[in-house]
C-alpha cells in the first residue's frame, strides 16, 4: 500500500514548466514526503523531499499543501532528461513506492 | 566519492541454484537498505540495517533470502533455491543517520536476476 496518489502520465514541452502532483491524504505528523524519479535501466534517483515546508533545491522545488494532504513537485523548466517515471513517497525510513507518474518531454 | 556500487549488475541462474549479491554503500552512511522492482512496477522495500544491525525485514523477505551487512560496511543479500519468480532488479540503497528519517536515499544501479 503506497499510500499516495499519483496520475499514471503526464505530457510536457522541452523548456517549460512541469507541475506533477501527488495527493496523501492519510499521511502522519511524522511522514516525510519524498520525490525520487527514475530513468530506464537505471535505480532511483533522489529529488527533493520535505515535511512541512516548501523546499527548493538545484533540481526541483517542492509544494506542500498546508494540510499536508497533498504536494507538488515542480520541475522549473523540463529538460530532456528530464524524461522518467517520477515517484512521490510519504515515509519515515524506509521508501515505499507506488506506481509512479511516467512523465514525457516533447522537444 | 563514488556511490553506492552493486555487483554483479548482470546474473542468469538456474532455477534451484543460490546467488549472492553484493553492495558497497556510500562511505560513512549508517543505514543500508535493500529494495526489489519487477517489470512495470516501483521498487518494493526487502529490508534495512543500520550499521551492522538488520533493523527490518519486509514480510516479502521469504525464508530463502538471507541479508548481512558485516562490520557495518558493505552489504550481501543471498537467495537460496532460486525461483522464476525471483526474477528482478535487486537495488541497494544507503543513507546517512541523523536527525529524524528525512535523509535521502542513495540507490546503486542494480543486479538484474533472470532465473531461468
Known amino acids: 500500500d503506497a499510500k499516495t496518489t499519483q496520475p499514471n502520465s503526464m505530457e510536457s514541452n522541452e523548456e517549460e514548466p512541469v507541475h506533477l502532483p501527488c495527493n496523501h491524504s492519510?499521511?502522519?505528523?511524522?511522514?516525510?514526503i519524498h520525490w525520487y524519479r527514475q530513468l530506464p535501466s537505471q535505480g532511483p534517483e533522489y529529488v527533493i523531499h520535505g515535511l512541512t515546508s516548501n523546499v527548493n533545491n538545484r533540481m526541483a522545488s517542492l509544494a506542500i499543501a498546508e494540510d499536508r494532504k497533498s504536494s507538488t513537485l515542480i520541475l522549473h523548466r523540463a529538460t530532456l532528461r528530464d524524461a522518467a517515471v517520477y515517484y512521490c513517497?510519504?515515509?519515515?525510513?524506509?521508501?515505499?513506492f507506488g506506481q509512479g507518474t511516467i512523465l514525457t518531454v516533447h522537444p | 566519492d563514488t556511490g553506492v556500487s552493486q555487483d554483479p549488475r548482470h546474473k542468469i541462474t538456474k532455477r534451484g541454484q543460490n546467488v549472492t549479491f553484493r553492495c558497497d554503500p556510500i562511505?560513512?552512511?549508517?543505514?543500508l537498505y535493500w529494495y526489489r522492482q519487477t517489470l512495470g512496477q516501483g521498487p518494493e522495500f526487502l529490508t534495512y540495517?543500520?550499521?551492522?544491525?538488520?533493523l527490518e525485514k519486509s514480510r516479502l523477505l521469504s525464508d530463502r533470502f538471507s541479508a548481512e551487512r558485516p562490520k557495518g560496511s558493505f552489504s550481501t543479500l543471498e537467495i537460496q533455491r532460486t525461483e522464476q519468480g525471483d526474477s528482478a532488479m535487486y537495488l541497494c540503497?544507503?543513507?546517512?543517520?541523523?536527525w529524524g528519517q528525512g535523509y535521502e536515499q542513495y540507490f546503486g544501479p542494480g543486479t538484474r536476476l533472470t532465473v531461468t
Open positions: 540495517f543500520q550499521n551492522e544491525a538488520q
Open positions: 540503497a544507503s543513507s546517512p543517520l541523523g
Open positions: 492519510t499521511i502522519s505528523g511524522t511522514d516525510y
Open positions: 562511505s560513512e552512511h549508517n543505514r
Open positions: 513517497i510519504r515515509s519515515y525510513g524506509k521508501l515505499t
